[in-house]
């Protein structure tokens, strides 16, 4: 299975995507190399971005898809995945 970053640039992996609140054209998140929580907060299943990188990210790979949103719930009812402001 490809992610959705890399299946829509035809195999190559983006790393700059636009910032819907701003416009502005920026790196999108690098999990090897920048902490989750400075870029993203829960808000129940929903994964806000704090900033230009994290907003990017959360668009062009459609985190907040009702699929998605779906399979955040479960864990999150059950408490395995915390709603921390440090996930």
Request: hydrophobic share 40%; no cysteine.
């Amino acid at each position: 299975m490809r992610w959705p970053a890399t299946a829509a640039t035809s195999g190559r992996a983006r790393t700059s995507g636009l910032d819907p609140e701003t416009g502005n054209i920026v790196r999108l998140f690098d999990p090897r190399r920048q902490q989750w929580s400075p870029h993203f907060r829960l808000d129940n299943a929903r994964i806000i971005g704090r900033t230009q990188t994290g907003r990017a990210t959360v668009a062009l790979l459609a985190m907040n898809a009702s699929d998605r949103l779906e399979l955040r719930a479960e864990p999150l009812a059950e408490g395995v995945l915390r709603r921390r402001e440090s996930l």
